[in-house]
């Protein structure tokens, strides 16, 4: 897991909140991940930074924001408009110019 | 659009044995294929990669084949240990978005003591 860090390990959700999945790095890496994992599938990508104060949408961004303020953090909201949020969370940074992605531990979000 | 398949889903195995991996991708612009193990409640590990100016590489009991021609390429475990046992995947760099990885679907790997 390396300098990546991911708060909480384990986050449950009423329907109708939003809820804030926190990334943490301190490798230095410019470009930072967010992906999404269902079970027994691969990682689908949700939103992308590749500088501060600057992201993209990735495949799957619909019902999601996030915010890149500072280069350490990349925090992702899950609103109240994701159909179907309970899944597994991944966030990834990148070493600058080698596509080379390193993974966090991951949050499980569940919905009740 | 962007796409990579990996075959098998699931491979089991007899500790010693050795264990293959395939994934074919789409765009030929991709010239950078990681390849993670994920094991269970935990995040994906970098465990080896190639660039497309090469053909193959290897890490002690890990390679990995490249054949860009065939859009293809292979993990190949030696030796293999019951710690082997886990989720394997595959992903290739965008070629026309830096950085972004399009991940394959994975392989669940067994390896029986």
């Known amino acids: 897991d390396g300098g990546i860090t991911q708060s909480p390990k384990y986050l449950f959700r009423k329907e109708g909140q939003n809820v804030t999945l926190s990334c943490e790095q301190n490798?230095?890496?410019?470009?930072m991940y967010w992906y999404r994992q269902d079970p027994g599938q691969g990682l689908r990508l949700i939103y992308y930074?590749?500088?501060?104060?600057?992201?993209q949408k990735g495949d799957i961004a619909e019902g999601y924001s996030v915010s890149r303020e500072k280069k350490e953090s990349f925090p992702l909201t899950v609103t109240s408009a994701q159909k179907n949020p309970t899944a597994f969370y991944l966030c990834a940074s990148e070493i600058p110019g080698a596509d080379t992605q390193y993974f966090g531990p991951g949050t499980r979000l569940t919905v009740l | 659009g962007e796409n990579v398949e990996q075959h098998p889903s699931t491979l089991s195995v007899q500790e010693g044995d050795s264990a293959v991996i395939k994934c074919t991708y789409s765009?030929?612009?991709?010239?950078?294929f990681p390849w993670y193990k994920q094991e269970l409640g935990k995040g994906p590990q970098l465990i080896i990669d190639?660039?497309?100016?090469?053909g193959e590489k290897k890490d002690q009991r890990i390679a990995v084949t490249l054949n860009k021609t065939a859009k293809h390429f292979s993990l190949h475990i030696t030796e293999t240990q019951p710690e082997d046992s886990a989720v394997y995947f595959c992903a290739a760099s965008s070629g026309n978005q830096g950085g972004k990885l399009i991940f394959g679907q994975g392989t669940e790997l067994s390896v029986k003591p």
């Open positions: 930074s590749q500088i501060v104060n600057d992201f």
């Open positions: 490798l230095n890496h410019d470009a």
């Open positions: 190639i660039r497309s100016n090469v």
């Open positions: 765009d030929s612009a991709s010239n950078y």
